[in-house]
């Protein structure tokens, strides 16, 4: 363990039955997927990475292998409305653009964050500057119950799909930027993200396992929280909880710190919207 030992009691050195390498296989309405894989090249200290999932109780589990009692898809049932629903200045519904439907985005969300013009973008980002730019509407607040959800059902469509985050070419600073925050120690318990999620996982830390933080089922189903969960939304609450001031929602490090912890997960397949404690 990479810990303090004034800090060793926050972590309960032993792996819970809810950590299963060999035996726990996710299957969503008969669709197998890919939870556990060679971790990619550029990971310099884990060999296979596993998702999120695998970590969680049985009982959580057993929510996201069904979307019938899966709770995050009433979100997306809303995101379907919202979707045909005429916003803006310029009387256009998302469908008035994108005829094929929601399924358009098929293989979009396994490919973000990416560069566009130079500048690095994020899914909310990306759904904010349409609606301003072709509809001529509010944008939506970042973890909105109306913007997470239309995150959820653009990332249902890729959902089996592996992620593939570039990370060269006009990716590589951002990226460069992202792997910096992850492993720079924060707060009054000068903790970084990789002292949890690369030294600890599978062990305990309070009442719940330490995934490795993958983001490929993302937005998420909290129970704890009972909605929708961003990616942001949860850098924001770790860092909260190492006890220092946190970047915001939508900054520039949090959208480096995306596209770092999301190429992390590349190889694993999609879940979203997943379920997590």
Partial sequence: M????????????LAG????QDDSTLSIDGEEFVTETEAPAHLENVSTIYSGWRFRTPETQ??????????????VDQALDLFQQVD??????CASCHTDGPEEFAGLHA?????VDGKLMVMEELINTHRQDAMGAEPWKWSGADMQAMVALIGLQSRGMPMNVAIDGDAAPFWEKGKEIYYTRYGQLELSCSNCHEDNYGNMIRADHLSQGMINGFPTYRLKQAKLISRHNRFRGCIRDTRAETFAEGSDEFKALELYVASRANGLDIETPAVRQ
């Fill in 88 to 93: 803006g200045t310029e009387g256009k519904s």
């Fill in 62 to 75: 057993a929510l996201q292998v069904d979307d019938f009692d899966n709770p995050a898809m009433i979100f």
């Fill in 17 to 20: 039955s809810a950590f299963a």
């Fill in 111 to 115: 490919k973000m964050p990416k560069v």
């Fill in 2 to 13: 990479n810990l303090k030992p004034w800090m060793a009691a926050a972590v309960i050195g």
